[in-house]
């Protein structure tokens, strides 16, 4: 850095130097001057020790292996139930009774689904569930962890969503623990039945939907719809769409299927022609909150 020349007058010739105070020294004590030194001592002392204390942890710290973030305690009342889904053992611990679960490919090189359907027992009470989804490496590590949520109505079923944002490549565990639930009046009664499924295949993209019947009380805001399509029972695909539905009444709803499969057999080419279709629906308690 290149430092300024003196300010000079209109002439060109130097500004003269301001007169400098004269002050007057006041010479410390021998106490003062001894605490001083002391200070200093304990300053290099407290240094060498922490520059120590780091060489020797350093190393240590950087070799130890991240350990998992504890996921909140597990609100459910039973025990946990495992499935091998594309070879990764799942383990579910929820009030909610899990079907068996499927999982998509890598999606967009960005995501890979988890899906399955659900069930609640209960005639008078609707649950309003959170869960975390984790996923493991060999060595108990996460690789992966998000929330989902959801929400049925008394008595039905409902369809789990679980996303993952990272690859799962070296996935060999997932958990999806319910951790907090909220049991308790319904939101509305009634519910929705698939009356006319429909499907349409064209360039390895399918499309599943139809006309749906209602017998809601009152009108849902901001639902979602899941479509899902079995063979034998076992789920193949799924799509969600965000349809207008009436309280009582028909509708239409349509959405792109998602392949998804419980080994490493995805859809191919075509729609089985045994295949049998589900809606289920997804109620939001929040949008409901001021209802």
Request: aromatic content about 8%; proline content about 10%; glycine content about 8%.
């Amino acid at each position: 850095m290149s430092i300024p020349p003196p300010p000079t007058h209109p002439g060109g010739a130097a500004s003269p130097e301001p007169e400098r105070p004269v002050t007057t020294r006041r010479r410390l004590s021998p106490l003062v001057i001894a605490l001083i030194a002391g200070c200093c001592v304990m300053l290099v002392a407290t240094l060498a020790l922490g520059a120590t204390t780091l060489s020797l942890l350093g190393p240590a710290a950087a070799s130890a292996p991240p350990t998992p973030t504890p996921t909140p305690e597990s609100t459910a009342d039973s025990g946990g139930r495992t499935q091998t889904v594309r070879g990764i053992e799942v383990v579910t611990r929820s009030d909610i009774e899990f079907g068996d679960y499927a999982m998509s490919d890598l999606r967009d090189g960005v995501y890979t689904l988890l899906v399955a359907p659900m069930s609640w027992s209960d005639q008078t009470s609707g649950i309003d569930a959170s869960f975390d989804i984790t996923a493991y490496d060999a060595e108990g590590r996460i690789v992966n962890r998000n929330p989902a949520s959801t929400y049925i109505l008394p008595g039905q079923e409902g369809f789990f969503q679980g996303i993952f944002n990272e690859d799962l490549s070296d996935v060999v565990r997932i958990t999806v623990e319910q951790t907090r639930v909220e049991i308790g009046p319904p939101l509305m009664t009634g519910g929705i039945e698939l009356t006319y499924p429909d499907t349409l295949g064209s360039d390895r993209r399918f499309y599943v939907g139809g006309n749906l019947t209602s017998t809601l009380s009152i009108a849902p805001i901001s639902p979602d719809l899941f479509f899902a399509g079995y063979v034998d029972g076992e789920l193949f695909g799924y799509c969600s769409d965000i349809p207008d539905i009436p309280a009582g009444g028909e509708f239409v709803s349509t959405c792109e299927l998602i392949p998804v499969t419980r080994d490493e057999h995805l859809l191919d080419d075509r729609i089985p022609k045994d295949a049998e279709f589900r809606a289920y629906l997804e109620l939001d308690p929040i949008a409901h909150e001021d209802y």
